[in-house]
């Protein structure tokens, strides 16, 4: 007869627990997610499955854009789905400030986008660049540095969805002039005098508007195109 293998007996037994307890955790999550198809959304009117953002005030307009958030607070069908989307205008040559969402990834959608910079900065350092249009998608892996910039010269709208209820936000540059004077110092290696120009001169806002370099390059392409609208109006001789 085979000797009795003690050593291939534990790895076997080790493996089946392993098995059991990965399935317990799958039946697990498959019966929490049950409970809140069955017993949440069927109480939610069907009116309610759909979304329509309120006319933002001119006093919620903020230079060089605009976004309106969609979660369960505003939306309640989102309930405990895990997921929410925030929609954005985005003026031209404004940028979305540098952020993060330290508990979420975010897909972007370009709505309409005549050039749109999406970037984020890798952990090792590497910067990622891309500049899209509309109908074009990006994504933003979760806890990076990211930002927008709108380099055309009309208005960029776009939505981006997160795998998160919130999407909770933090804006970089106002994290950074928060730190105490002396830890922004000594990481920018900058004197007294430039940290109260950095902190006197930081944007606190979600965006920045009018980038200088690209609203000279939108005044010459606006200026150029009013010359050929007034070339083609003369009348002929």
Same mark, same amino acid.
């Given at each position: ?13 080790? !493996? ?21 198809? /069955? ?5 939610? %009117? ?14 919620? *307009? /903020? ?31 404004? +940028? ?7 508990? $979420?990834?975010?897909?972007? =959608? $370009?709505?309409?986008?005549?050039? *749109? ?17 509309? @109908?074009?998608?990006? +994504?933003? %892996?979760?806890?990076? +540095?990211?930002?927008? =910039? !709108?380099? @055309?010269? /009309?208005?960029?709208? =776009? ?14 540059? %106002? ?7 002396? +830890?922004?110092? $000594?990481? *920018? ?49």
């Amino acid at each position: 007869s085979n000797p009795f293998n003690i050593q291939a007996f534990i790895y076997s037994t080790m !493996n089946d627990k392993i098995a059991l307890v990965f399935l317990a955790l799958a039946v697990s999550c498959a019966g929490a997610q049950a409970a809140v198809t /069955s017993e949440t959304l069927e109480a939610i %009117p069907a009116s309610q499955f759909v979304y329509t953002p309120p006319t933002p005030s001119p006093n919620a *307009l /903020s230079v060089g854009g605009v976004s309106q958030r969609r979660t369960a607070r505003e939306w309640p069908a989102l309930e405990g789905l895990g997921i929410s989307q925030t929609s954005f205008t985005l003026e031209p040559c404004a +940028v979305r400030s540098p952020h993060i969402h330290q508990n $979420a990834a975010g897909l972007l =959608y $370009a709505i309409n986008a005549e050039s *749109l910079m999406v970037g984020f900065v890798q952990e090792n350092g590497t910067a990622v660049e891309n500049t899209i249009t509309s @109908g074009t998608s990006a +994504v933003f %892996p979760q806890g990076l +540095v990211h930002y927008q =910039y !709108n380099t @055309g010269c /009309s208005p960029a709208t =776009y939505t981006i969805t997160y795998n998160d209820a919130q999407g909770a936000t933090v804006n970089i540059v %106002p994290a950074l002039v928060n730190l105490p004077q002396a +830890v922004v110092m $000594a990481s *920018l290696n900058i004197s007294e005098m430039a940290y109260a120009e950095l902190v006197l001169g930081a944007p606190t806002t979600n965006f920045i508007a009018e980038a200088d370099e690209c609203m000279a390059k939108c005044m010459v392409k606006s200026q150029s195109t009013q010359g050929r609208r007034l070339l083609g109006a003369q009348p002929e001789m």
